[in-house]
């Protein structure tokens, strides 16, 4: 049939594409990292309609290197900076390419019991490599499941926290009945307000507890207050949001102290640790979820810093029924044996959707090639390289550090002022030798400078800075 | 540093993954569709820690074979008929391994132009190709986007139709204010139910439209009874859910008898095709969809019949305002000049999620690949095949068909009643040579045949009824 790829021009083909990538990466260094693209440029190079007869696989690659290349920015650049990293390592890559070939749903257990089992226990080994508690092991009350993004974590945890304050009221006849309030830090993440205007709750819910100004970390003693306003005048507090690591500076909450108020009034406890979570491989990163066993669910994204080809965010809950409790639905044609056992968990039930892919292969890919001292050996070297970032910026006094650095982020600004912050930023980003993003810390606009592609060496964060530095300068020769 | 591979490294394991593809899907012939696996095989045949130090790529592929693939029902298997196909196609899977490679997070355009602008393009091209009206392409008032399954879709079209309903107070105030109310019929979708339950609505929200018991299909009077009877009572109508194609047994809603009843009271008219919609690509197809220029959203998977690797769930909307309006967020850190010119889309306000996957690759090689052509002709076949099916199930007296036809899948029965047709189809599936799921309808069992995987034969098909024919012969005799 016209299309279909025969056994050796798939194999063809894909040497191509796998040799395609080789040849990308290796490209990398002399490309502008930030795309040069303006609005259209990518759309107006490419037909008006798809191809009537189909065309060689040859003439996609090159559509890719001449129409697609040029509208990239290069998330995998050895001088990408901004926002957080998002590695795409060889390993997860060809982990997820076995899951495209092999092709199976696992939405139920009995759908495709390996990538049930396989995912379990890959959760599992992860949750050890944390050091988290027990209780959030699949042995345990709860239990670990891949989901697409922190995002949707945080909705489903929301969901979760809902689903045990009402007592199951919720899923039946939703948040009508109460004033359902939901807590975080100025801080916190946007899929938080987010997460309320998609359940129903609308963002008013979303109580903004304040922040220290130098460490950017919620203020427990705020929370309590307005926990116990909400409380006093009827409302019906459903979540607190604890921020390991935001994304703005990577402030870290104090997981035990928020634990510890939330407690008062057996609010459910949602730590967001995205992005910094997976530092917690190296036992000296631990601190920063300390008071994780008192949390009633955590999500961390490999699919950031460590190594895992996006998507894949994995989340833990420490009382798996509240979750499956928000979500089951069964209808006739998923109706099995296994499931009417018991003895199997069905995932279709731990996310908001259906079908789900073989995720849990690129990160078993991951965990297993690198092994945990080489994942221990790769946050290490991001932390390093920041502390090295930290140094430089510490020795140049026409720039400061704004706030402290966390793990592999140094958040900084030019003495100037933020005209001349930003100006300088976005001349780095406009020549391309290197990405920055950007944020604003107490009013005052600040340079995030975030390390951890596998990719970076000390010679890129040299560059990436020596960049900045050359664009103060032009600023004051100007 | 440990566990990376060297460009070499990369291309060597490269095409071992890429054989290993080959290779199992050379050996599907040979295996059992569905797993032979009881619970708990699989988890107990892999370590319980993750590895110290890390393993050669090698063995994680030794593993797959002897531990992972005797727990998977094989979705890419010629003989599996059961729920529907999950086509994984040779080019999709190219497709998304260069999406792996690249590595990019399409969140919003300025993050990578191409990832955005690719995606308008080739959800405008599809649009076309399906034969929607125009004001769903990008450049009318709408607008296509890819979500990872139609039950976020169905869930994001019920978000949008209360930020559209209530005119922008939901995403503040929440649903409190209402009591809302979503339609669909007894056969729609278990994500309607579900996205109720998300949104913040509750089970109980849901109309239960009657069928019409032959068709199964939404009985358009008993939508208008139950409209009217809610507007009466002072509720207030969201959304109506229209399934073209349902999974029980594909049963067609009218969309344009729907829609003509939704529009006497101005309600948002949801199109859930999730596998029948694809094929529209055939003109002869189309009526399923007669009326779609009268819906709100509407929803089909490529990444079910239409040989787009999961997962790849195209969703467009007349008026894309009521979707950015009900979702956007916009934290400082993602302000940027593309996003404030108004030039630019920005799709991390078109569903749950923030980040994304450049998912527009795989549907790009497909459309490429197979050309227009090459997917009429896939559906033609599929269809084909069916109506194969249906005339082996008419010549044998044993057999009846339940519902007539609808274009791949054909719903059977044994005529000795519910418990020879389970038991028939039990045999077949714990044999091993094919794979069907079953369903109810109208309170009897019912097996589900769904062709529609390009590996499918002819010989494919008979064998599988062959297999039906002996399990039913089995019976008999004993």
Redesign the interface.
Known sequence: ?????T?E???R???A??????D???ALDELPVR?Q?A?????SA?PA???????P?E??LAD?DE??????????HPRYFA?FP?????????????S??????GMI???????T??E??VLD??A??LGLPAHFRSDGSGGGVIQ?????AT?TAL?AALHRASQGD???????GE?WTVYGSSQA???L??A??????????VRVVDVDPRSQAMDPEDLRRRLAEDVAAGRRPAMVHVAAGT??TGACDDVAAAAHVAEEWDVWVHVDAAWAGVAAVCPEHRGLLAGIDRAHSFVTNP?KWL?T???CSTFWVSDRRALTG??S?????LRNA?TE?G??VDYRDWH????R?FRALKL??V?????????R??VR?GVALAEHVESLVRSDPRFELVTDRVLSLVVLRVRAGDEATLTAMERVNAGGVAYF????VEGRAAI?FAVGS?RTTRQDVDRAWEALQSAVEAQTDA
Chains 1, 2 share one sequence.
Do not use: C
Not at 17 to 22: E, G, K, R, T, Y
Not at 148 to 152: K, L, P
């Open positions: 049939m016209s299309g279909h790829m056994p021009e798939f194999r083909h894909g040497y594409a796998i040799d395609w990538i080789a990308y990466w290796a795309s693209s609005p259209g440029d990518v759309r490419l309609h798809a191809p009537e007869a189909g065309e696989f003439h996609l890719l129409i697609v290349v040029p509208g990239l920015t290069h998330w995998q926002y998002a590695n795409s390592s060889p390993a997860a890559i060809l982990g997820d390419l076995l495209s070939g092999i092709g199976a749903q257990w009995a759908t495709s019991p390996a990538v089992e396989l379990q226990v080994w992860f050890e490599a697409d993004t922190a995002s949707t909705f969901l919720v899923r039946e006849h939703g948040v009508r004033e993440h946007s899929s307000v987010k309320a205007m998609m359940a129903g709750l609308g963002a008013e819910a994304t703005s699919h190594l080809t996006f998507d928000a979500l639905i069964l209808p006739e044609y296994a056992s003895d199997v908001p959707q259906l079908g892919r078993w890919a965990l297993r090639t690198y092994g945990l001292e080489g994942l050996e790769h070297s993003s950007h944020t604003t995030r596998w």
